[in-house]
């Protein structure tokens, strides 16, 4: 109690002239109406300036919880999206190329991961996820996001995989125009990032800009139909045998972390069988 009257005792003329001014303060804002506006207005906008940061701050901060729950929304979209595709299919009436499509469309299942870790500009780039052996995750499954095609797992440990992403030299995707049904492979040539190429493109095929370039499903890898890119250029091969297309990748690589790995569990055995037929014709023609 003495140091409090001690302090008080010490500081009085500053503590009446505190006092004074909040007095002052109080009346010029309470008693004139022009001045009294410009203290709310100010004050609305500091404390709405500060909700907005403070509601930024929140927003950004939860952004990975909700992009993980979208990417869970979206492996259940794309398994339900399969299984619609088999039911039309069905209705089709040609028993025999829908019993072959609908033994593989049931078989695709979708496991979600993050991207921990990648690079963009070297020639062979590569991704590594979170998701490894322990969680059914086996070389030479596809990888794929919100957006479309990422690529393919290329080895995998317990806990951890790697991805040959699009931007990959060696990565080639066998591929399809939307709606001119046209084949052709996919590979990178280096440089940016949000751009690939469609080669061997015959020069029969009216391959419009803008068109979009697809899966073709005829690997166990991934299913027919899920987008990669946007025909950007149409332009002839190095030989003038065929066109190149420039295609932009719907897949932005600079932001990617949610992706999801689809799993075939059908595939060994399908390898196998092929792997013995080609033995089999080896035999025949020696």
């Not at 404390?47 to 901060?61: E, K, M, N």
């Amino acid at each position: 109690m003495r140091n409090l009257i001690d302090f008080i005792q010490k500081n009085l003329y500053w503590l009446v002239f505190l006092f004074l001014e909040v007095v002052s303060l109080i009346s010029l804002f309470k008693y004139n109406s022009y001045q009294g506006s410009v203290y709310f207005t100010t004050a609305n906008q500091m404390v709405g300036g500060a909700y907005r940061l403070t509601s930024d701050v929140s927003s950004y901060l939860k952004l990975g919880k909700e992009n993980a729950y979208l990417e869970q929304e979206n492996e259940q979209l794309r398994s339900e999206l399969l299984a619609l595709k088999k039911k039309l299919r069905k209705r089709q009436g040609n028993s025999t190329f829908v019993n072959i499509q609908d033994t593989m469309l049931t078989d695709y299942k979708f496991v979600g991961a993050q991207v921990i870790s990648s690079t963009l500009h070297r020639t062979n780039n590569l991704l590594t996820i979170d998701k490894g052996s322990k969680d059914g995750i086996r070389p030479e499954m596809g990888v794929v996001c919100s957006q479309g095609v990422v690529g393919i797992v290329y080895l995998t440990s317990r806990n951890y995989s790697i991805v040959i992403p699009l931007l990959n030299t060696s990565s080639q995707i066998s591929c399809r125009m939307k709606n001119s049904q046209f084949f052709g492979t996919m590979q990178w040539q280096r440089g940016d990032p949000d751009i690939s190429y469609v080669n061997d493109i015959p020069r029969h095929a009216k391959v419009e800009v803008g068109e979009i370039v697809e899966t073709n499903g005829y690997s166990d890898i991934f299913p027919e139909g899920i987008p990669i890119g946007k025909v950007k250029k149409v332009k002839d091969s190095s030989d003038g045998m065929s066109y190149s297309l420039e295609v932009e990748l719907f897949t932005d690589f600079k932001t990617l972390r949610n992706v999801s790995i689809i799993t075939n569990y059908t595939k060994p055995e399908r390898k196998a069988l092929e792997e013995k037929a080609d033995s089999l014709m080896q035999t025949v023609d020696d």
